[in-house]
């Protein structure tokens, strides 16, 4: 059974800063397109930010020249960091690798 394990969520203020890391096992990283997901409460599951097994990312464009998804292929990792924050940015967010998901880290943005 692959696994994702995502850590570095946390309460931050408003134009602060936070990257989040996804480490996967028992998948074959290299070939893997990865994602990120978010969840607000109360609304529905959405993408953030994808990377190819290239390297190739993508964007939503609320996130646009604030985050970015970058991949370490030989530690198995992907990463976001997250620069100038909003509360709008508040979530869980969720690392995936079609069919699976990590459990989630929670980001808070609050002064």
């Known amino acids: 059974q692959a696994q994702l394990v995502e850590s570095g969520g946390g309460l931050v203020q408003p134009g602060g800063s936070l990257r989040l890391s996804c480490a996967a096992s028992r998948i074959i990283f290299s070939l893997a397109t990865m994602s990120w997901y978010r969840q607000a409460p109360g609304k529905q599951r959405d993408l953030v930010a994808s990377i190819t097994y290239g390297g190739s990312a993508n964007y939503v464009d609320s996130v646009k020249g604030r985050f970015t998804i970058s991949r370490d292929n030989a530690k198995s990792t992907v990463y976001l960091q997250m620069n100038s924050l909003k509360p709008e940015d508040t979530a869980v967010y969720y690392c995936?690798?079609?069919?699976?998901w990590g459990q989630g880290t929670q980001v808070t943005v609050s002064s």
């Open positions: 995936r690798s079609p069919p699976y």
